[in-house]
């Protein structure tokens, strides 16, 4: 089976290189690759009998005369894991293509090795695939005991404290369509994906307990293992560091770049869902903010305040909308939002803010009376502050669902 999947191209790229026709015939003596297309499907009864002998066979132009579908050269058995499997046949004068034999004998059974290697390692990606998406959708306690399982058959303890990361890499499929279009989109795919899983392997598992997987082309997903004597932020600035050489690699190799959000120490089937359900929102919540390295952490504050907006009850949100509905459609929203923005991120420190946004004092002060006008807000008052963050917030919201909406519907 292994050999009849790859038997026609070993054919090809092999005859082009020693300059001589080539054929291979399974172990029931049927060619399944042919330099000659004719060949193809034929039955070879000499194969039968170099299996039987499983050693090289030279067949002369004064032999060949009584034998059925057999051409001048030498026939070989194709070896794996110690049984032949095949017979490669190089066609010509035997005492010229005879150098040949081991040689190729040797390429086509190393390409058996690594195509068996390659379905070896695909099966095993599907199936941590399936367990990956037991843990983060199963949301019925019944098929907890089949899930736990099913993973101690793969050899994880889903009992073990791990971590969700999600590590999205920005744009990676529109970088890859550009850079192959002249390849076959399916087979850069799969380069591109075993390449990815293999760099992310070497950068972020280093025990395993720590579980891997492939959720979309542009992100991945890691249960990663806790160590109980390292703190959270030795654990954090681990990630720090593995991030920036992944990076590295990313830019050079893609031209993309990654970030990575961190969900809640858990374990249990439903802690290591939990966990995947922070990191998915700590994620959202991540790309609307400018901190960098982009490392979102559920349990960051800066995160944690742009969940509490998306949390915000229906009532509050329509009347925070309500009560500054004039200031939120005014015609110069945009900058006069951005300044409060960056009045907040600088504590409300007027210097701070006005050389942050390289105003003239005297021009945010101006600004500044000009929102608490539209708002009736004290602005130097902290909790009026907070009010209006949050309107500014949700509106913004609003703004990119909608712009994500009409996206779709172009599509």
């Not at 390289?358 to 909790?383: C, G, M, P, Q, W």
Request: proline share 2%; with cysteine; charged share 25%.
């Amino acid at each position: 089976m292994i050999l009849k999947q790859i038997a026609q191209m070993i054919v090809e790229n092999t005859t082009e290189i020693i300059g001589y026709p080539i054929s291979i015939t399974d172990e029931k003596g049927y060619i399944i690759g042919a330099t000659d297309p004719n060949r193809l499907g034929s039955f070879h009864q000499a194969s039968l009998d170099v299996l039987k002998k499983k050693q090289i066979v030279c067949y002369e132009m004064t032999e060949i005369k009584t034998l059925k579908n057999v051409l001048p050269g030498v026939a070989t058995p194709i070896m794996f894991n110690h049984e032949a499997i095949g017979v490669l046949g190089i066609i010509g004068n035997p005492a010229d293509v005879k150098k040949y034999a081991q040689i190729v004998k040797s390429h086509v059974e190393m390409m058996c090795q690594e195509f068996f290697k390659q379905e070896v390692n695909v099966l095993e990606s599907q199936k941590i695939d399936t367990l990956i998406h037991h843990l983060i959708n199963s949301q019925n306690t019944e098929d907890h005991n089949r899930i736990i399982r099913y993973g101690k058959i793969l050899g994880y303890d889903l009992n073990v404290k791990r971590a969700c990361l999600l590590i999205d890499i920005d744009m990676l499929s529109l970088n890859l369509s550009n850079q192959q279009a002249d390849q076959p989109d399916e087979l850069a795919l799969q380069r591109l994906q075993k390449d990815l899983i293999d760099n992310l392997k070497y950068y972020f598992i280093d025990n395993k307990q720590d579980i891997i997987s492939l959720l979309t082309l542009d992100q991945f997903i890691i249960f990663k293992t806790i160590n109980s004597s390292e703190t959270a932020d030795m654990f954090l600035k681990k990630i720090k560091h593995k991030l920036q050489r992944l990076n590295q690699y990313l830019e050079v190799t893609y031209h993309s770049n990654a970030a990575i959000s961190i969900g809640n120490v858990k374990s249990g089937v439903d802690g290591i869902r939990e966990s995947y359900l922070d990191a998915l929102k700590a994620l959202s919540a991540g790309t609307k903010t400018d901190i960098y390295p982009r490392i979102y952490h559920y349990n960051d504050w800066n995160i944690a305040l742009e969940l509490l907006s998306k949390g915000l009850a229906p009532y509050i949100k329509d009347r925070l909308a309500e009560n500054y509905h004039d200031f939120i459609y005014h015609d110069n929203f945009d900058t006069l939002s951005s300044t409060f923005m960056t009045y907040c991120k600088c504590n409300m420190n007027l210097s701070e803010t006005a050389r942050s946004l390289f105003l003239h004092r005297n021009s945010l002060v101006y600004r500044l009376e000009k929102i608490r006008d539209l708002t009736s807000l004290n602005l130097a008052n902290f909790e009026h502050c907070l009010l209006l963050y949050f309107a500014i917030k949700i509106h913004s919201e609003g703004i990119n669902t909608q712009s994500l909406d009409s996206h779709r519907k172009i599509k």
